[in-house]
């Protein structure tokens, strides 16, 4: 495995990675909701993004009495944060920002974050219906979060490599997803998970007011609501890079063709979580361990004996 | 022309509205939910969410506090109105609209709002004395936060989303510190035995989603539900009028499916929540009972082939068998919902009202969530019934 499969951008590679996520984010938000502007049978809806901030940015921000405000400001803040950091491992193409040599690790490490800022948001405002959502995040993130790890596991094995940029090499033949169709599933799963998004949208359910978001006005809000479709994004781009094979594609130059497989990957996304129900916070957890953890980890089994065999032959 | 006009004009495409629900206010409601889905605008989930309240029907006169409070609560630029009949719904909103977009209006009002909620303090002194403690506690917050802080009474309780909030959280007694004024939660033994801290949160009476008027009283231990009390605060005025030679049978089947669609809504399964609402808007606009019917029928059909759905609803609030004449005994949340879509779809009643008696018990040990989800699938009585008390062994 060549460490220099992938290269480093130069001191504005961070900049130029936030503002492509930040643009992919916001398609997600806006195929969102020309979905949802198409089914309730009215036209256009593309715009509602915009007017979505545009109405937080002028909202003033309250806060609750005795709120925790560090600990609030810092889980409100953390998921556009930790979606960030999350791109900065990512290979868009030949190019990324940080060619860490444990860029997978990094990965799940900034998902494991992604707990603390949902239960501080919570925790943070000193209300019933906002820790309540807290909690909730915590008991799907324990079902979630080994059928995860054990779905990551998957194509490091297959690679041999922590390192993102050799994992991209690695599925030059064939692609992983190819022959690692349940660690794919599970994967896209807790990157629907981990956003926040339906079937596991509990945590900010109708049923508690809106949950972790209750209490949540203007610029707050507006950061919660740009971290779940940015980690959506990040975890479309990951997809890509672990099983998707990244960049790789005829005529189009690589970074094009990640971008394009990221942005459809979101986009199905979207449209497939709008047509599930959510679940029920204390349903996830029999399934995610009964049925998706042996599944996967007889996938990751099979990768590791496949890739054996594959080299001593 | 500056930025913040331009910031108001986009703002306004798409506002959020806080609906509430008072005396005799369902058909004002379904006009409202109406516009909103036609806009392209947002039903709120709580006060913290909203631009406009929208306050549907009639408020009887000891609930103008709690509506006060569920003001409080919008965090500006905001605006607030009464609709008293679905024919005023467009106007009333309109008018919201015209309040958001002036801009020097909204932000004198703001200026004004900070300025004077110190005096709205003491002009309370009169009141009950724990809402007076309640207060002394916020303008402490307010010295140590800072400005920002100083709209922090309107949420003094945090949960008071329904709007009676003051009755919740006295049980902290004097002699228990109370950051931020608030009382800290009392103890209780849970299902196990252990003490954990027992909240009490009001659920309602105006919480999306809710039957108008209910008051839920919970004890809450974490997120469960281990002592409940059921009262109206209000009662909930008579049927709709919906005139016709057909209109009792078009006010049935406008109810009925107003009750499923807010099951399927809360259960998480907004794509049928949302069709099963467009039934309810054409019935009400006069269409074919016959077409409505149908499209239940398909719904229906739709709604027994959803696992993940039937997964969520099966086996919750459970009615236990052999109880009085009228109830839905041994039926679960997914049969009435079933139940009350065939009869919608048959053109008969529903399995009828259930007595607010019924619900204390039916809810107790169960999760905030699964209470929500039991509460929207009975048809409870509309008739204001004396409160119930229910309370653990």
């Known amino acids: 495995m060549t460490p220099g499969a992938v290269q480093q951008l130069p001191v504005w590679g961070p900049l130029a990675a936030l503002a492509a996520l930040a643009v992919v984010a916001l398609s997600g938000a806006m195929v969102n909701d020309v979905l949802a502007a198409r089914f309730s049978g009215r036209r256009g809806g593309g715009f509602a993004p915009i007017a979505e901030a545009a109405r937080l940015l002028r909202q003033r921000r309250r806060s609750t009495v005795a709120a925790d405000e560090l600990l609030r400001r810092v889980g409100v803040a953390g998921l556009t944060v930790a979606s960030a950091l999350k791109v900065a491992v990512l290979p868009v193409g030949a190019w990324v920002v940080s060619d860490l040599a444990v860029g997978l690790v990094w990965f799940n490490a900034m998902d494991v974050l992604v707990w603390a800022f949902v239960w501080l948001a919570g925790w943070g405002q000193n209300s019933v219906f906002p820790l309540v959502g807290g909690y909730r995040f915590l008991a799907l993130a324990l079902a979630y979060e080994l059928p995860l790890m054990f779905a990551l596991t998957a194509p490091a094995v297959a690679a041999g490599s922590l390192r993102m940029g050799d994992i991209v090499a690695a599925q030059e033949g064939l692609w992983f997803v190819v022959w690692m169709p349940v660690a794919f599933v599970v994967f896209l799963a807790a990157v629907l998970a981990f956003s926040l998004q339906r079937p596991f949208t509990a945590p900010m359910a109708a049923d508690i007011a809106g949950g972790v978001t209750a209490e949540l006005s203007g610029v707050d809000r507006f950061l919660v609501l740009t971290g779940r479709y940015s980690l959506l994004s990040a975890g479309a781009g990951f997809a890509v890079a672990l099983f998707l094979g990244g960049g790789s594609g005829p005529l189009l130059p690589d970074w094009l063709w990640f971008l394009g497989k990221t942005v459809v990957l979101l986009w199905l996304l979207v449209a497939l979580r709008r047509r599930i129900p959510q679940l029920r916070p204390e349903q996830l957890m029999a399934p995610a361990w009964v049925v998706g953890l042996p599944l996967v980890l007889l996938q990751v089994l099979i990768v590791a004996v496949v890739t054996i065999n594959g080299r001593s032959s | ?393």
């Not at chain 2, 009925?256 to 808007?281: I, P, W």
């Open chain 2, 1 to 393: 022309m500056g930025l913040r006009n331009v910031l108001a004009r986009i703002a306004v495409t798409r506002c959020h509205v806080f609906v509430a629900e008072g005396y005799a206010g369902a058909g004002s409601r379904m006009a409202v939910e109406r516009l909103l889905a036609d806009n392209g605008w947002v039903q709120a989930l709580s006060p913290g969410d909203a631009d406009i309240l929208c306050i549907c029907g009639e408020v009887p006169e000891d609930q103008t506090d709690a509506v006060e409070r569920l003001w409080d609560q919008l965090p500006g630029p905001r605006s607030r109105t009464v609709v008293t009949g679905p024919e005023h719904a467009g106007r009333a909103l309109d008018g919201c609209v015209a309040e958001l977009l002036d801009v020097d209006g909204q932000m004198r009002l703001e200026a004004e709002r900070t300025a004077t909620e110190p005096k709205e303090d003491d002009k309370q002194d009169d009141g009950d004395s724990r809402m007076n403690m309640d207060h002394e506690g916020m303008d402490h917050g307010k010295k140590d936060d800072g400005a920002e802080d100083s709209h922090a009474d309107m949420d003094h309780e945090g949960m008071d989303h329904g709007g009676m909030s003051h009755e919740g959280m006295d049980h902290g007694g004097m002699e228990m510190p109370m950051p931020g004024g608030i009382g800290l939660a009392g103890e209780g033994k849970d299902r196990d035995g252990l003490d954990l801290d027992a909240l009490k949160v009001p659920l309602g009476p105006y919480l999306p989603f809710w039957p108008a008027g209910l008051v839920l009283h919970c004890e809450l231990q974490g997120d469960i539900v281990f002592a409940a009390r059921a009262e109206y605060a209000f009662g909930r005025g008579e049927e709709l009028p919906i005139g016709g030679p057909s209109g009792t049978e078009r006010a049935a089947l406008v109810r009925q499916s107003d009750l499923v669609s807010r099951l399927l809504a809360l259960a998480g399964a907004a794509r049928e929540a949302a069709k099963v609402r467009g039934v309810r808007d054409a019935a009400l606009d006069g269409a074919a009972l016959d077409e409505c019917r149908r499209s239940l029928a398909a719904s229906g059909t739709r709604l027994r082939r959803n696992w993940l759905l039937r997964r969520t609803l099966q086996g919750i609030g459970r009615i236990p068998q052999g109880g009085a004449a009228g109830e839905p005994g041994g039926t679960d949340a997914w049969d009435r919902l079933l139940a009350l879509l065939d009869a919608t779809v048959a053109g008969t009643a529903g399995a009828g009202a259930v007595p607010l008696g019924l619900l204390p018990d039916l809810v107790r040990g169960l999760e905030l969530s699964v209470v929500r989800l039991v509460v929207a699938s009975l048809d409870l009585s509309p008739q204001p019934a004396p409160a119930v008390e229910g309370r653990a062994r």
